[in-house]
């Protein structure tokens, strides 16, 4: 083992810590068909076009399979011997070979038509749960990583397309196929075929013992997954950070044993699954030993023809098939058992922060908001806001100043609603937040943030994006507005200009007026920016408080800012500290209170004077 190898172990052990971050956790649920039959569920909306073909396609093949053997042997094979008739012999074969160009057409219906059942399937599975996690809440997001959201919708979903293309056609059909054969079986010879069937309860016994340990060997394996996947995503977006702290190796070590440990679950998982067809085949062994052993009896003692035999033969061999895969199967359902209970677990996930079905439509605003006697906490450890009142009034700006943790994040998190409070109520034009359909009171919101999002797409496509009804000259007026017009022009395309992932062409700078541009665009009633003009240059913050002027007539506004020349203008400011209020009034009022506000423009001038 190379020296870079044994540092990539040891860096991979110094942070395996940080293994435990995911959420993900298995789910204890004992192997139950009423789950699965939800998850089977999804068929229903295809019940009467596509499956109906399936199962006549599956139904034709596996008529084909169970009569031919007892034709070739009961009535071919014994008519032949007894009676030598030739021509019987060519017409049978006639028979047969029609039979099986009908089963060439069934089985070419049912792989058609359960391929196409199954991506329809899969399809409508990943939208709805899609669509689901599009509608929860922060908290949701607040307590997983990105990458175990995105592996239940990728790596979850897919595991099942096999089980739907393949596994719930085949396990009816190995069904009917094994009713069908042990009825066929004592219709020819009763005595063979108990003496045949000792070893079914054996073959059940272990089974059952076995398939408690493979659903969790599989359920283990997509925990696994989700960790890496969580990695993989953490890692590429801090991939700056981790090269200017000269951090790979600690990552590459890091990811190898996460990777190494994956592996493992995987092997673990494929060992036992790979159990069932071996212990099948041995068990075939033993009931071929029966048949030859007391079937030559049977035969002696004339209870039973050659040709009977022969058909005895085809059928026990058409027997272990299924069954084999009915093994196989089995592993499908174990590993969508695994697949389904983590879906179910997101698919079941409500809101904590319902909607109540009366919920009113909100259309024109004043945009005056109350706090009354609000508490808030994200967990049970710690007070984020304590017994909170506070007025904003309609067309109203306030700013937000304190510390890093004094709760002004909070604030507009619940002005928004993507918390609720822990106590007392927050009020809008006199309704409960509580009591407004959450789209009618976000579409009367934007949020301007010091991270902006870009979305891949183009510079029109983002700043569209708070509505996308908006024409071009509507889009262009509202960069203009806030002075994003002079760099957009300068770009290759312009306004058609890709900006790539999170628009990494872009400066920092440039995203945030780009978000200015979409939250004026959108034209809110009332407006929040947090810390929106942090990253921006002296010169560039002198076009934003132009802009900002403009943005902000006749609308409500919250703004928080650590950089406190921007709020001089507003009309009431409240410092927070520690989930309360500390002090309240306009810049004038709190500068002749020389308190804490006082003590906190003074370091700022002092900063800068120094700096």
Do not use: C
């Not at 006639?94 to 399937?121: C, D, P, W």
């Not at 059909?173 to 069908?180: A, F, K, T, Y």
């Not at 409500?556 to 309360?580: P, W, Y």
């Amino acid at each position: 083992m190379s020296a870079q190898t044994n540092r990539d172990q040891e860096a991979g052990s110094r942070t395996l810590k940080r293994f435990h971050y995911s959420t993900d956790q298995a789910i204890e649920k004992p192997f139950n068909w009423k789950q699965m039959l939800r998850l089977f569920s999804f068929m229903k909306p295809y019940a009467k076009t596509i499956l109906p073909i399936a199962i006549l396609g599956m139904v034709l093949s596996t008529a084909v399979r169970l009569f031919a053997p007892i034709l070739i042997g009961s009535f071919a094979l014994d008519h032949i011997i007894e009676h030598g008739d030739v021509n019987f012999l060519w017409i049978m074969v006639g028979v047969i070979a029609f039979m099986y160009v009908i089963s060439y057409i069934g089985n070419t219906l049912r792989i058609k038509y359960m391929n196409k059942l199954g991506q329809l399937v899969i399809f409508d599975m990943r939208k709805k749960l899609f669509n689901h996690i599009q509608r929860l809440s922060h908290r949701f997001f607040d307590q997983r990583s990105a990458g175990s959201i995105l592996v239940r919708i990728t790596n979850d979903v897919n595991s099942l397309q096999d089980l739907f293309t393949n596994g719930v056609i085949n396990l009816l059909m190995d069904l009917i196929m094994l009713i069908g054969i042990v009825i066929l079986l004592f219709v020819i010879s009763p005595s063979l075929t108990v003496a045949i069937m000792i070893v079914l309860p054996l073959m059940f016994f272990i089974s059952t013992r076995l398939r408690r340990n493979i659903r969790r060997s599989w359920q283990d394996v997509r925990i696994k997954q989700s960790m890496i996947n969580s990695h993989l995503n953490e890692s590429i977006q801090g991939i700056r950070v981790t090269q200017s702290y000269t951090q790979e190796n600690e990552n590459i070590g890091f990811f190898k044993k996460m990777n190494q440990t994956n592996f493992e679950a995987w092997r673990n998982a494929t060992q036992k699954s790979a159990m069932f067809r071996p212990f099948v085949e041995m068990s075939g062994a033993i009931g071929t030993a029966i048949l030859l052993s007391f079937g030559v009896f049977l035969i002696q003692m004339e209870a039973l023809t050659i040709g009977e035999f022969f058909a005895f033969s085809l059928y026990i061999g058409m027997f272990w098939e299924p069954i084999s895969r009915l093994g196989q199967v089995y592993n499908q359902l174990l590993v969508g058992m695994a697949s389904s209970e983590r879906i179910f677990e997101f698919l079941d996930e409500q809101p904590s922060v319902p909607e109540k079905m009366n919920a009113k439509t909100l259309k024109d605003i004043d945009g005056h908001i109350q706090f009354d006697h609000v508490e808030f906490a994200y967990d049970e450890k710690r007070k984020a806001l304590h017994d909170m009142s506070i007025e904003i009034k309609g067309g109203q700006t306030v700013a937000l100043v304190g510390h890093t943790g004094s709760g002004k994040t909070t604030i507009v998190n619940l002005i928004s609603r993507f918390y609720d409070p822990t106590k007392g109520r927050i009020l809008l034009d006199g309704h409960d937040l509580r009591d407004i359909r959450l789209d009618s009171l976000r579409e009367k919101v934007s949020i301007v943030l010091q991270d902006t999002f870009i979305f891949s797409g183009t510079i029109m496509d983002n700043i569209r994006f708070g509505r996308p009804d908006a024409t071009d000259e509507e889009v262009k007026q509202a960069a203009y507005t806030v002075g994003a017009d002079g760099f957009i022009q300068e770009l290759p395309n312009g306004y058609e200009t890709e900006v790539e992932e999170r628009g990494n062409i872009l400066s920092v700078g440039e995203r945030q007026l780009i978000s200015f541009a979409r939250a004026l665009l959108a034209d809110p009633q009332i407006l929040i920016l947090d810390e929106a003009t942090a990253a921006i240059d002296t010169e560039t913050e002198q076009i934003i408080q132009a802009a900002l002027r403009k943005l902000l007539h006749g609308r409500t506004a919250i703004m928080i800012a650590h950089r406190l020349s921007t709020i001089r203008e507003a009309d009431r400011i409240f410092v927070l500290e520690q989930g309360k209020i500390l002090e309240q009034g306009d810049h004038d009022d709190l500068m002749a209170q020389r308190g804490e506000y006082y003590e906190l423009v003074k370091s700022q001038f002092n900063a800068l004077n120094t700096g």
